[in-house]
């Protein structure tokens, strides 16, 4: 007589462990990758010559970190990307920061598109989830206080000493441990960018301190990953809503 051999089905636990495992593999990998990305946007914008060839180098450079970009990320970048070329352009009008080599209307062609990229690249990395509740009222209202100090205040160190106090004021009235992330991690990209920049002479400030960067510009970049979370992570997320099979449109 054969014995027929049952073969062991994996426990709930073996299954949730090898999940947890693919799962973070999958994370890890994407992260990697997505450092590669801006270590290569950051190469390019330094020491490859020619605008629109260091756009065309970034453009690659972008599609193959990300991959897939839903309509609702292309919907955002988009914005974003208007929002930071008007404000550069109240910059250059103010003498803040100056482009080496500018394309139109002082910009080189591509700054017109960076700032959207950072936006994306820093939700796809750090991932987090949108605020529960939202609280977009309280975020709008830090982000028009954060930002008006840029536009009035012309003293390098007040700026600085201002725009820090609303930065940290916003992060524990928040109090969420996601919004302290993004924040660090955008004020650590915009190190890398600000510092490849001036030190190659992309673009320049006038009167800063030693390194070529303002310390304000710091605070800057900082504002800007909190904002990315507040306001910026729940248009993508509310227009990436599932649909009846369950799946995002960048899934």
């Not at 988009?78 to 109240?90: E, K, Q, W």
């Not at 600085?160 to 302290?180: K, M, N, P, R």
Request: with cysteine; net charge positive; charged share 10%.
């Amino acid at each position: 007589m054969i014995r027929v051999r049952k073969t062991r089905q994996p426990t709930t636990y073996e299954l949730h462990s090898i999940a947890g495992t693919t799962t973070f593999v999958h994370a890890f990998k994407t992260r990697a990758i997505l450092a590669i990305q801006i270590v290569a946007t950051a190469a390019v914008l330094g020491w490859v010559p020619g605008n629109g060839i260091k756009l065309a180098a970034m453009l690659v450079i972008w599609a193959i970190g990300f991959g897939r970009i839903s309509l609702s990320e292309f919907a955002v970048m988009a914005l974003v990307n208007l929002i930071f070329v008007g404000m550069d352009l109240g910059a250059l009008e103010r003498g803040i920061f100056r482009f080496r080599d500018p394309d139109f209307f002082g910009l080189p062609i591509y700054e017109f598109f960076m700032w959207g990229f950072y936006t994306l690249h820093t939700i796809r990395l750090v991932d987090g989830q949108p605020a529960r509740p939202p609280r977009v009222i309280l975020a709008l209202a830090f982000a028009v206080a954060f930002s008006l100090p840029f536009s009035l205040i012309p003293d390098p160190m007040l700026l600085l000493a201002v725009t820090s106090a609303i930065l940290l004021l916003a992060l524990v009235a928040f109090g969420e441990l996601t919004d302290l992330v993004y924040t660090s991690y955008v004020i650590a990209l915009g190190a890398v960018i600000e510092y490849v920049g001036v030190g190659t002479g992309q673009w320049s400030y006038p009167h800063s301190p030693f390194g070529g960067v303002p310390l304000w510009s710091f605070a800057m970049w900082g504002g800007v990953g909190l904002f990315t979370r507040r306001l910026l992570l729940p248009l993508v997320s509310c227009w990436s809503r599932p649909n009846p099979n369950g799946k995002t449109s960048r899934q």
